[in-house]
């Protein structure tokens, strides 16, 4: 084992960049205060100008992009950038990405790697430097479009985020069935060539009883040896109230709590290194 992977290497990523304004300004104070050390943009959503702007303007932000291929806010939603007919089966009958991930990955292939590209292809034109991929709601990650996932990033020359057991990543829990061997296959071709695969993701704790800051203490507690990306959803308070009153406090709560100085405390607790996927990208390109 390489033994920077035999330490606790951290990814401390805020998904849903560009979903709201509360999630990029989330993004940029939370980056700069150091307790955010990645994020990735939903290309589709109507905040993505201002994150792009963000980051092309500061360099220092380490941004990807959150592959989007469902839309499971309401009424608030989004639709693909290609534009794909309803046989393509990327969308329901108002154009719209599907809620779910199931009824999403019956999408044929082609149409899906076409709105990646096309997600990816904006990004760049938006003129920040794309540190890696990810996958909103694990979608383009599933064993449909996993081979598909890896290419695009490939062709692109950025690293796509990958798990290395399917079976411990929380959007396996709402997916549907799952073809676990033909994933598996994907990551031993992965590993194979060398990409960047992670042992753990660990996610916001969306129904945690206790409060935020006991639960967020036993998350950094449970981080394992090795390399994982802890998956959050930060947000400022004032607009994702409006989009989901009821699950919005997840959000402010998380990033009320990440602004303080207990996030650096058990950083330091748990000898954990933080990393950004800028880094890992360039170990990989290195």
């Known amino acids: 084992m390489n033994e920077n992977y035999a330490k606790k290497r951290v990814v401390i990523h805020e998904d849903d960049v560009g979903m709201n304004h509360g999630a990029n300004e989330a993004y940029v104070k939370l980056s700069r205060l150091g307790t955010c050390s990645s994020g990735s943009v939903m290309v589709p959503c109507p905040w993505f100008p201002e994150a792009a702007e963000l980051a092309h303007r500061d360099g220092s932000l380490d941004l990807g992009v959150h592959l989007t291929l469902t839309s499971e806010q309401k009424p608030y939603r989004w639709r693909p950038l290609t534009a794909p007919p309803r ?3 990327l969308t329901d009958e108002f154009g719209y990405f599907w809620p779910d991930v199931p009824t999403a990955r019956k999408a044929h292939p082609e149409a899906v790697e076409a709105e990646l590209r096309a997600q990816l292809d904006i990004a760049k034109a938006a003129g920040f ?6 996958a909103h709601m694990g979608t383009a990650q599933m064993p449909e479009f996993t081979a598909i996932y890896r290419q695009v990033a490939k062709d692109y020359n950025v690293p796509a985020m990958l798990i290395k057991d399917l ?3 929380n959007p396996a829990t709402y997916a549907g069935n799952i073809d676990v061997a033909r ?9 194979e060539a060398g ?4 042992d753990a993701v660990l996610e916001t704790p969306w129904s945690r009883s206790t409060n935020a800051e006991t639960a967020y203490h036993e998350l950094f507690k449970a981080i394992p040896q090795g390399l994982t990306f802890l998956s959050m959803h930060f947000s400022t308070p004032g607009d994702f109230e409006a989009i989901n009153p ?3 406090h997840h959000r402010t709560e998380e990033y009320e709590l990440f602004m303080t100085p207990k996030v650096k405390e058990w950083i330091t607790e748990f000898d954990l290194e933080i990393v950004g996927m800028r880094q890992l990208r360039d170990e990989l390109r290195a």
């Open 183 to 191: 994933y598996d296959a994907e990551i031993a071709k992965a590993g």
């Open 167 to 169: 079976s411990r990543y």
């Open 129 to 134: 430097d794309i540190t890696h991929v990810d």
């Open 87 to 89: 046989s393509a089966g």
């Open 246 to 248: 009821p699950d919005a």
């Open 195 to 198: 990409e960047l695969l992670f």
